[in-house]
């Protein structure tokens, strides 16, 4: 079992559909989308598992997100310009291609063009708080965003919970809101996680009575990020797949 989740776009999803089709894979794909919200002034991500791709509030939600993004990606290249001089944007897009610029995009400009050794390093040197790179996020609420996935008959799951560097008690209250805002489930397991990361995560899904997922939050091929690798949840949370009927007695990982 797959699941595509881009940002703020569906595209990718027919793409992969006839590529699974043509090469006779045994995957069973669904159907995806992950949101960038704005909480307590911190950049959060929403995945949307399960979607039907033709909703049209879903495409409200994304159309408005897409315009934000645009903006966002010219107000950050026009900021990078002025500190490397030299304007990052028309490569930036040929790197995302038909898919909305994010920063991890402007991430890879700046790896690829030596100005950082690696992803990690490259958004602390420019992409975030105070940074030459960084620019607020103008996201929608968690609300907006598990409204819209729910229109579309999916399952609202909190990504990547343990990578918004949040102390416990602002992790708690970050998945406390996220319930409060009608939220299904939360990632439990990512890959380079240590254990007891992944078991923290999942006594949370269980206090807070979310079903648990797994993400490799894979944005393209890196030395340190294989898809689908080392995400096995640990014992006592309700797999995410359980709630889908089309999957209730596939015991497969995501």
């Not at 699941?3 to 703020?8: F, K, L, V, Y």
């Not at 001089?85 to 790896?111: M, N, Q």
């Not at 797994?214 to 014992?235: A, I, V």
Request: negative net charge.
């Amino acid at each position: 079992m797959l699941a595509i989740t881009d940002h703020d776009t569906l595209e990718g999803i027919p793409e992969a559909r006839n590529y699974i089709a043509q090469n006779q894979l045994p995957i069973e794909l669904l159907n995806g989308i992950e949101f960038s919200t704005l909480w307590s002034n911190k950049d959060i991500h929403i995945v949307g598992l399960n979607i039907d791709v033709e909703c049209e509030a879903l495409h409200a939600l994304i159309e408005k997100q897409k315009a934000h993004r645009v903006g966002r990606a010219e107000l950050i290249a026009h900021r990078l310009s002025k500190h490397l001089k030299v304007d990052p944007l028309p490569e930036v897009k040929a790197i995302a291609g038909d898919a909305p610029v994010t920063r991890a995009h402007f991430a890879k400009w700046l790896v690829d063009n030596g100005h950082a050794k690696t992803m990690q390093l490259v958004f602390k040197k420019f992409l975030t708080r105070d940074k030459p790179g960084y620019v607020p996020p103008q996201w929608c609420s968690m609300k907006d965003a598990v409204d819209a996935i729910h229109a579309a008959g999916g399952v609202a799951v909190l990504a990547h919970p343990g990578r918004y560097d949040l102390t416990a008690k602002w992790q708690k209250r970050l998945i406390n809101a996220f319930v409060e805002a009608g939220g299904d489930a939360m990632e439990v397991a990512q890959p380079q996680q240590s254990q007891q990361e992944r078991r923290n995560l999942a006594d949370y899904a269980i206090q807070y009575n979310l079903l648990a997922s797994q993400g490799s939050d894979f944005h393209y091929p890196t030395p340190w990020m294989e898809l689908g690798r080392n995400l096995w949840l640990p014992s006592g949370v309700t797999p995410v797949w359980e709630s889908m009927p089309q999957f209730a007695s596939d015991t497969e990982e995501l």
